[in-house]
């Protein structure tokens, strides 16, 4: 059970969507506009979002950047809903933080499908260890092997490596990467991340061909790289 907030204008989708998410076991809270949705997670501390792109008042985009804004909601997984496939790059990928994002028209299966995936991934950041095929990284002894064989990281590198896997599958940019792990504004050096990120896949070896770099923007973590690296 997850409860889960819809923020979305359409009254027909928000009815279908809050039957089936009451359906397949969460509680489901519903906002109109973005202002009420902003106002409704303060309230239920929701433990997933799905927010659409396009609401009457405020754009989606803000919505979701408040939601970062507030410590509240700061990370809550967001599923955005959209109509235009062309954002996506740029709602998913960096500033706004998306977990994932769903095209209009989708099929509602499909939406809880991902819901599920979203907060299992979610879960993971909990667990003490994370294990990816051959890679293997405790976090409390602060351990990484690759195939059994113990990998010496420094502190930084261990960090980089725990939070790009902590947000596997998702974009992470320079910038965010400089803040989240370095403590250090994005406008310094985003070459440092670069560097660091190269040293850390020496040293995975075989396991480094899971951090991906996405052209222009950052890194992802990804079991199941997409192939859109730019080395
Ligand atoms: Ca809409």
């Known amino acids: 059970m997850a409860r889960v907030l819809v923020i979305e204008d359409e009254a027909d989708l928000r009815e279908v969507l809050q039957y089936n998410l009451t359906q397949a076991g969460h509680r489901a809270f519903a906002a109109a506009t973005g202002e009420e949705g902003l106002k409704l997670a303060l309230e239920v501390k929701p433990d997933i979002v799905l927010l659409d792109l396009m609401l009457p008042d405020v754009p989606g985009t803000a919505v979701a950047k408040a939601l ?35 095209v209009k028209p989708f099929s509602v299966r499909e939406l809880m499908l991902r ?87 020496d040293k995975l070896g075989t396991a480094g061909r899971f951090i991906e770099t996405v052209r222009g923007v950052g890194y992802r973590f990804s079991e199941t790289p997409s192939g859109s690296q730019g080395e």
């Open 68 to 102: 970062r804004r507030e410590p509240l909601t700061q990370f809550v997984p967001i599923i955005m809903v959209t109509a235009k496939a062309e954002e996506i790059d740029r709602i998913v990928g960096f500033e706004l933080g998306a977990d994932d994002y769903v």
């Open 115 to 201: 819901i599920d995936a979203v907060l299992r991934r979610g879960k993971s950041s909990e667990q003490r260890v994370i294990e990816v095929a051959e890679l293997h990284i405790d976090r409390e002894a602060h351990r990484v092997t690759v195939g059994g064989e113990e990998i010496a990281l420094t502190a930084l590198e261990f960090k980089l490596l725990v939070t790009l896997t902590e947000r596997r599958d998702r974009v992470q940019a320079r910038g965010t990467l400089l803040s989240d792990v370095w403590a250090m504004d994005s406008e310094i050096a985003s070459r440092t991340v670069d560097t660091h990120v190269k040293r850390l896949r």
